[in-house]
C-alpha cells in the first residue's frame, strides 16, 4: 500500500504530498511541514552546518533563525552540535517550533558505540530531546547497521529522539533494514521495530537518485537532499541559467525550488548572512511542470561521497 506523507502549511492546513509536481505548490512557505511516519512534523526547508565551523556555527545558525528557518541539520562528525544547540537557545524561539538533526558518524557504527554517541551528542548539546537522528552512512557490515538502528529505536521509546531515519543507504541496504525491522516487531511486538521517517541523500539534477526516491515514496519516508545547489558547481548550467533570468531568481535559488517542488527538504550551508537570506527567498516563484521535467538529467554526478554503493 502506498503511504503518502502530508504537507502542513502556517494556517495548520494539511494537504496531501502526493507526486510533488501534482501539489499545489502555491501553498508552500517558509513554515511548511511535513509529517513524517513518526507522527512529528519536519520543516520542510532545513539549514546544513557541514563544514560550518564551531566559531561561526551560533552566530550563522542564530541568522538563519531570524531569516525564518527553523530546521538545523548537524552530526557529530561537524563538531558543531553544541554552537547550534546555543543558537536554540538564544534564539527567542520556543523550542517546540525548532528542528534539530544529528547523525551517527561511521566510526561509531554498532549497537554500543551508537549509544555512546547519542549520549555524546546529549552531553554537548544539553538538549531535552533531539528531533532526528540519522545513521550517518551504512558501512560497518549489516551487524553494525542493525546494532545502530536498535540503539535509535531504544532512545525513540526512551523518548529522547522523537524520529529516527538513515542517510546515504542504497536500496540494498534500505531493504535489509526493512527486513530487520520486521524481524524486530516480530520478536518484540508490533511497532517495536521503530520506522524510516527520513533519509538524506545526494539529490539535485544530476544526482535524482529515482530508485531510492521511488522507494521512499512507497512508504511514506521523507526525502532529505544535501548538497542540494550542488556547492554552487553548476550554477553556469545553460537549463539552469534560462530559469533564473525567466524567474528573476538566482541560480541557487531556482534549484532549492525545484528541490522542495520534488517534494524534497532541501538542506542548503552557507555561512554568508546575505546567501542564507536568498536561500530561504523561494516562495514567490513557481517552476512549472514541463521546466521541472527540462531541468532533470539522467546524469549520475556526485559532487560528494556517495556511500549507497557500499557492498560491505
Ligand atoms: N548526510 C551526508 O552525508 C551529508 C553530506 C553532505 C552534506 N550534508 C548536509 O547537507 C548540507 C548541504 O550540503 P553542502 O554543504 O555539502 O552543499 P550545498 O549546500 O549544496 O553548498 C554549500 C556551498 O555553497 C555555497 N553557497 C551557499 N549558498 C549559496 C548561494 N546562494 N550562492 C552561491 N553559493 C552559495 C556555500 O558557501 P558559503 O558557506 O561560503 O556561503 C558552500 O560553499 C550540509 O551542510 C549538511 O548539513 C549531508
Known amino acids: 500500500m502506498r503511504t503518502i506523507p502530508r504537507l502542513s502549511g502556517s494556517r495548520g492546513h494539511i494537504q496531501t504530498r502526493r507526486f510533488a509536481t501534482a501539489v499545489a505548490m502555491a501553498t508552500l512557505n517558509i513554515n511548511s511541514k511535513y509529517k513524517m511516519l513518526s507522527g512529528h512534523e519536519i520543516p520542510l526547508l532545513g539549514f546544513g552546518v557541514y563544514q560550518t565551523p564551531a566559531n561561526v556555527a551560533e552566530d550563522v545558525t542564530l541568522h538563519a533563525f531570524k531569516t525564518g528557518y527553523r530546521h538545523v541539520d548537524s552530526a557529530r562528525v561537524y563538531r558543531n552540535e553544541q554552537p547550534c544547540a546555543d543558537a536554540i537557545r538564544k534564539a527567542g524561539i520556543p523550542r517546540s517550533e525548532i528542528f534539530f538533526t544529528s547523525k551517527v558518524p561511521p566510526r561509531a557504527m554498532g549497537y554500543e558505540k551508537t549509544k555512546d554517541s547519542i549520549n555524546s551528542s546529549f552531553s554537548q548539546t544539553g538538549l531535552d530531546y533531539i528531533d532526528l537522528y540519522l545513521i550517518h552512512a551504512p558501512y560497518g557490515g549489516k551487524e553494525a547497521r542493525n546494532g545502530s538502528w536498535r540503539a535509535l529505536v531504544e532512545a525513540k521509546e526512551a523518548g529522547i529522539i522523537r524520529s529516527i531515519g538513515v542517510s546515504n543507504y542504497g536500496v540494498h541496504h534500505l531493504n535489509e533494514l526493512e527486513t530487520y525491522i520486521a524481524e524486530l516487531e516480530e520478536s518484540h511486538g508490533k511497532g517495536k521495530g521503530g520506522e524510516i521517517s527520513v533519509g538524506q541523500w545526494e539529490l539535485h539534477p544530476w544526482l535524482a537518485r529515482r530508485d531510492i526516491v521511488d522507494w521512499c515514496k512507497e512508504r511514506g519516508v521523507v526525502c532529505e537532499a544535501y548538497c542540494p545547489?550542488?556547492?554552487?558547481?553548476?550554477?553556469?548550467?545553460?537549463?539552469?541559467?534560462?530559469?533564473?533570468?525567466?524567474?528573476?531568481?538566482?541560480?541557487?535559488?531556482?534549484l532549492l525550488r525545484w528541490s522542495l517542488q520534488k517534494g524534497f527538504v532541501p538542506l542548503p550551508k552557507s555561512i554568508t548572512p546575505s546567501r542564507i537570506e536568498e536561500n530561504a527567498d523561494i516562495y514567490d516563484f513557481e517552476i512549472d511542470a514541463e521546466d521541472m521535467k527540462a531541468l532533470e538529467t539522467t546524469a549520475y554526478e556526485p559532487c560528494a561521497w556517495d556511500p549507497t554503493t557500499s557492498n560491505d
Open 229 to 254: 545547489i550542488i556547492r554552487g558547481q553548476r550554477f553556469g548550467e545553460k537549463a539552469l541559467q534560462h530559469l533564473a533570468k525567466k524567474h528573476a531568481k538566482t541560480p541557487a535559488q531556482v
